[in-house]
């Protein structure tokens, strides 16, 4: 298990004990079409197309609400990791509509973000 993963964990769990409801935001996208042939780990689609899965490109990787109930976005990095100019996009949004999000290092940073 990679760093971030482990920090994910670890301020999901600080942001559920202080009354938080979060979800990992997971993103990705899949080639799916007809199987048209199938050998061990390759396969051969016809009539493929790519589906996304996840909120939008740079959403961010902790969501959930508040104690208040206001929308939470906890884009997780660590010590030296750098937001994306789509990460700090979304982060920006958020801020702007009434949510609170930002970039957290550690369980004590979201604690920080939701003011505990």
Do not use: Y
Not at 32 to 41: A, C, D, L, R, S
């Amino acid at each position: 298990m990679n760093q971030e993963t482990i920090i994910q964990r670890q301020i999901m769990l600080a942001l559920s004990e202080a009354g938080c409801l979060v979800f990992r935001n997971e993103t990705a996208g899949a080639w799916v079409g007809k199987v048209i042939h199938k050998e061990g780990n390759l396969v051969t689609l016809a009539n493929a197309r790519m589906v996304t899965f996840g909120l939008c490109v740079g959403s961010s990787d902790i969501i959930g609400c508040d104690p208040e109930g206001r929308f939470i976005g906890a884009e997780v990095k660590t010590a030296t990791g750098k937001p994306t100019p789509e990460q700090r996009n979304f982060i920006d949004n958020i801020n702007r509509k009434g949510g609170i999000a930002g970039i957290v290092r550690s369980p004590l940073d979201a604690l920080k973000l939701i003011g505990r």
